[in-house]
T-cell receptor, first 114, second 115 residues
Framework: DAKTTQPNSMESNEEEPVHLPCNHSTISGTDYIHWYRQLPSQGPEYVIHGLTSNVNNRMASLAIAEDRKSSTLILHRATLRDAAVYYCILRDSNYGGSQGNLIFGKGTKLSVKP | EAQVTQNPRYLITVTGKKLTVTCSQNMNHEYMSWYRQDPGLGLRQIYYSMNVEVTDKGDVPEGYKVSRKEKRNFPLILESPSPNQTSLYFC??????????????FGEGSRLTVL
């Protein structure tokens, strides 16, 4: 599986936008970019995923570089509840084999200050 | 409500006493997986299952067994637990196939302490 690199930690102020970066320079053409987050004392939860185009949902936006070697998760207005560890993960879209596997790294710990 | 349910949520046991952590999902998902989470090491995959009777090792399978006799259940078995298996365990499931969104659903976790 291709690897991702994220900063260990980031800080944000409440109600300000947050841009969480992820580098994945060895990404292959069939790798989807997934983001999960883990709130304190909870299991990870899905945030968003994309392949080539930028994606938006109710939780966040995903901006994918044109060469796909990096991406950014954008939280438009951080709240205290967004304090969590955010994981950027690559998953091969090819059916079969390890298609279901998501390999989690250490992620970025986001702190949100009131 | 769609969910992944793990039991027990908390367990303290002693070295060598066999235990099973159950995992059940009600979403008819084909894929299920077990992870362990340790400070500084993040989430590491133990075993996964692509469907009934199909299981495979993840990154840290030593000391664990799994079975997938039914689609909804994926128990994690520690035949002879040791203190280095003290950890927080998560079960997860997802739908697979050409139209799947890739979203993994996680349980709330099972905190295991082996003395």
């Amino acid at each position: 599986d291709a690897k991702t690199t994220q900063p260990n930690s980031m800080e944000s102020n409440e109600e300000e936008p947050v841009h969480l970066p992820c580098n994945h320079s060895t990404i292959s053409g069939t790798d989807y970019i997934h983001w999960y987050r883990q709130l304190p004392s909870q299991g990870p939860e899905y945030v968003i995923h994309g392949l080539t185009s930028n994606v938006n949902n109710r939780m966040a936006s995903l901006a994918i570089a044109e060469d796909r070697k990096s991406s950014t998760l954008i939280l438009h207005r951080a709240t205290l509840r967004d304090a969590a560890v955010y994981y950027c993960i690559l998953r091969d879209s090819n059916y079969g084999g390890s298609q279901g596997n998501l390999i989690f790294g250490k992620g970025t710990k986001l702190s949100v200050k009131p | 409500e769609a969910q992944v349910t793990q039991n027990p949520r908390y367990l303290i046991t002693v070295t060598g006493k066999k235990l099973t952590v159950t995992c059940s999902q009600n979403m008819n998902h084909e894929y299920m997986s077990w992870y362990r989470q340790d400070p500084g090491l993040g989430l590491r995959q133990i075993y996964y299952s692509m469907n009934v009777e199909v299981t495979d090792k993840g990154d840290v399978p030593e000391g664990y067994k799994v079975s997938r006799k039914e689609k909804r259940n994926f128990p994690l078995i520690l035949e002879s637990p040791s203190p280095n298996q003290t950890s927080l365990y998560f079960c997860a499931s997802k739908k697979t196939g050409l139209v799947n969104t890739g979203e993994l659903f996680f349980g709330e976790g099972s905190r295991l302490t082996v003395l």
